[in-house]
């Protein structure tokens, strides 16, 4: 059954602490994306990778780090740098071809973070 | 002047009407367009794309395309309650998406 997992669902985290979310793909999609999601907003990219070992910031990306060492993985860190972490982050792929534009992108369920 | 716009507040619709949903964005460049459908809590879902001028339909959807006047709009015809969602616009940009904030549309029963 192919999709995009995310892990886990619901996040705690305290102030001054980093935690990792996990986005896993078995797609077999080149592209991979975080997204962050507030309430009543669009979605804002904080980090894509086209390539394995590669990757690049988004519009919103301090506070936030990220790493592609296989294809199918793409986890995010949020660092305890981050000064509003609290909100929806999604995780996305999709084919990628040099040379075109990036076809579909497809999400994860998402997961929750929440400071406390 | 933001790269996607939806400025439409919150849409009712009879069900079995039409909901329009218009979207507007700056990049005259952009290639490609999509709409994508979220329900309260859940992740986005694709529900259609469009790259050529003009109309594209999938079912109930109608995506339409106008480079000319940087507009996309779609139409979701004979609404169901379970249209009732965000639907939110994306433009192509650089390889990447951006997105619009979105427009909340409920049907009513």
């Known amino acids: 059954d192919g999709g995009i997992t995310q892990s886990p669902k619901y996040l705690f985290r305290k102030e001054g602490q980093n935690v990792t979310l996990s986005c896993e793909q078995n797609l077999n999609h080149d592209a991979m994306y975080w997204y962050r999601q507030d309430p009543g907003q669009g979605l804002r990219l904080i980090y894509y990778s086209q390539i394995v070992n590669d990757f690049q910031k988004g519009d919103i990306a301090e506070g936030y780090s990220v790493s592609r060492e296989k294809k199918e993985s793409f986890p995010l860190t949020v660092t305890s740098a981050q000064k509003n972490p609290t909100a929806f982050y999604l995780c996305a792929s999709s084919q990628h071809l040099r040379g075109f534009s990036p076809i579909s992108q497809y999400f994860g369920p998402g997961t929750r973070l929440t400071v406390l | 002047q933001k790269e996607v716009e939806q400025n439409s507040g919150p849409l009712s619709v009879p069900e079995g009407a ?46 339409q395309l106008n480079k000319a006047s940087q507009y996309v709009s779609l139409l979701i015809r004979d609404s169901q309650p379970s249209d009732s969602a965000t639907y939110l616009c994306a433009v192509n940009r650089n390889n990447r998406l951006a997105f619009g904030k979105g427009n909340q549309v409920v049907v009513i029963p």
Do not use: V
Not at chain 2, 49 to 60: A, H, P, T
């Open chain 2, 18 to 63: 039409i909901a329009s949903l218009n979207c507007t964005y700056s990049d005259r460049g952009s290639q490609s367009f999509f709409w994508y459908r979220q329900y309260s809590g859940k992740s986005p879902e694709l529900i259609m794309f469009i790259y050529s001028n003009g109309d594209k339909e999938d079912g109930r959807f109608t995506a």
